[in-house]
């Protein structure tokens, strides 16, 4: 099988909102080798405990090989028990959050892995997001340094910030980081959310043992279609599509599909949220009301844009370090290349003292110019000459880049 093959096997066997007979009957009759590549499949896509899973579905325990079953279990194994220790540890931080009177809602992966998904073990959690009141954010901080946490670089919540939507990550040892967020929204995407309007509709949910807040299905389905289709750019695997998955199983239909789409076009997240839910269709066989497909004007949806962001999603996690300027830079003159080159060295003061952990205001954040051009010519001089070069899979990444940003237009346009 090769990639788009495997690919489509593994889409067929997470969905859970699809009768596939032949997928459910027996498992292919692959080599070991072709198992493997598969289970490296499901893990770039983050999704392996979750693959375990429908292999327990499908009765498959006997029937592929032990060395491939056992790595499944291994991961669903190790995932249950990291998660247990991080629901633990994130009750903890929400008991400190009331204590002081500070709201909380948590983002993300905390909170599906309780309340989407079926067990705890079948979502892998990066780290612990949360959000709160703006006005709350110094207060947030000092509690999670009063617990052992500590700010992975300069912050100031009185700077501008306008091009993050989250304090740096604080770390603890032997957790993952937490990440507070003030918004779900960096103020320079081309989008507006009501945030007040977010903290209305939040429902108390169970986040371990603790008792927090979390987004309206709706305002959560939205928050998910903007994390992966466009904050990720289509990068960050299968597993973001699986979380919408659970979510809509979990509300047993009961979303407001009017609300959602009139909330989407008060956001100017219509196409992000379109392109979304034909993914959703063709990937995993996800099936809306008639009225809410007529809502999100699937019917409409660029076919060409769609075709380009499956295959974005199946060839992403390259191993070729290419950014959107890096991929610009072969297409460019001397002009444009310079001009490239000047913005991603002289960034603003605040980006450069939070990469470099130095206030923005010192003396010293002028020195770091310098070391930051030495880092992007260790780090890219090499893709540089190969796209120079026209070395071939550096070109076809090149192109493959530039189809993605092609998308990343559209859905801001």
């Not at 309780?114 to 901080?141: G, H, Q, T």
């Not at 912050?155 to 980081?177: C, G, L, T, W």
């Not at 108390?204 to 928050?223: K, N, V, W």
Request: aromatic share 12%.
């Amino acid at each position: 099988m090769n990639l788009h093959e495997q690919f489509g096997y593994l889409c067929a066997i997470v969905a859970t909102q699809t009768n596939n007979y032949e997928v459910s009957s027996l498992p292919p009759q692959w080599s070991m080798e072709e198992w493997f590549a598969f289970v490296n499949l499901a893990d770039r896509n983050e999704v392996l405990p979750f693959l375990f899973s429908r292999i327990r579905d499908y009765h498959w325990e006997k029937t592929i090989p032990p060395a491939v079953y056992d790595k499944l279990r291994k991961s669903y194994l190790s995932n249950a028990a990291r998660n247990t220790i991080l629901l633990h540890e994130a009750s903890t931080l929400i008991s400190a959050f009331q204590v002081q009177k500070i709201d909380v809602v948590g983002l993300k992966g905390i909170y599906l892995v309780e309340n989407a998904y079926s067990d705890i073990a079948l979502r892998r959690i990066d780290d612990v997001d949360f959000l709160v009141p703006p006005n709350k954010i110094k207060d947030a901080i000092r509690i999670l340094e009063g617990l052992g946490y500590t700010q992975s670089t300069y912050f100031n919540p009185q700077d501008s910030n306008m091009e993050i939507k989250h304090v740096p990550p604080m770390f603890k040892p032997h957790y993952q980081a937490v990440e507070l967020h003030w918004t779900i929204l960096e103020d320079v995407w081309p989008f507006s959310i009501d945030l007040d309007g977010l903290w209305e509709r939040a429902i108390p949910c169970g986040i371990g043992s603790g008792r927090a807040l979390a987004l309206s299905t709706e305002d959560l389905l939205l928050h998910l279609c903007l994390h992966f289709t466009y904050q990720h750019r289509l990068k960050a695997g299968l597993r973001y599509l699986v979380d919408i998955q659970e979510v809509l199983a979990s509300t047993g239909g009961q979303i407001d599909w009017y609300v959602l789409c009139e909330r989407a076009k008060s956001w100017g997240l219509e196409k992000i949220l379109r392109l979304t839910f034909a993914l959703l269709k063709d990937f995993l066989g996800i099936e809306i009301p008639l009225t809410a497909h007529n809502y999100l004007h699937l019917a409409d949806m660029d076919q060409d844009i769609l075709a380009a962001a499956k295959l974005q999603i199946i060839t992403s996690k390259t191993t070729f370090d290419l950014t959107p300027d890096l991929a610009s830079f072969s297409s460019a003159g001397i002009g444009g290349r310079f001009r490239i080159a000047m913005r991603r060295i002289f960034l603003p003061r605040n980006l450069l003292a939070r990469l470099y952990n130095i206030s923005p205001n010192s003396p010293r954040v002028l020195l770091y110019y310098p070391v930051r051009f030495l880092y992007l010519v260790r780090r890219y001089t090499k893709n540089i000459l190969r796209i120079i070069s026209n070395d071939q899979i550096a070109l076809q990444e090149v192109t493959r880049e530039k189809e993605n940003q092609k998308i990343h237009d559209w859905l801001q346009s």
